[in-house]
């Protein structure tokens, strides 16, 4: 059975950094892609970034670009989203999820993490 744990959330003031890891068990996952979500309050979950397990290959969304980034550590099955530059907009929980295919939608991703808060102060 799939496990994704997120850890790394916490509070940080505007400007701050966070780095965010998600453990995946329960299966390799080569040719698998880790996506990031958040979803703020009172608004729907929202795709912000994708890796590709084996290629390494990046995709940021436009919100996130240049301040955020992804990393991975295929050992020990361990991705990374450095979040630097935070914003109070960034205020959200931030999840991670696994899917098969290249994808923006929350309906391509088949496995998910629980979630971690970060909230970023003014």
């Known amino acids: 059975q799939v496990h994704l744990v997120e850890s790394g959330g916490g509070l940080v003031q505007a400007g701050g950094s966070l780095r965010l890891s998600c453990a995946a068990s329960g299966r390799t996952f080569s040719g698998y892609f880790m996506g990031w979500f958040r979803q703020a309050p009172g608004k729907e979950r929202e795709f912000i970034a994708r890796i590709g397990w084996s290629s390494g290959i990046t995709y940021f969304t436009d919100s996130v670009k240049g301040r955020f980034t992804i990393s991975r550590d295929n050992a020990k099955n361990t991705v990374f989203l450095q979040m630097n530059s935070l914003k109070p907009e960034d205020t959200a929980v931030y999840y991670c999820?696994?899917?098969?295919?290249?994808?923006?939608?929350?309906?391509?991703?088949?496995?998910w993490g629980q979630g971690t808060q970060v909230t970023v102060s003014s």
């Open positions: 999820a696994i899917s098969r295919s290249i994808s923006v939608l929350e309906r391509s991703y088949e496995y």
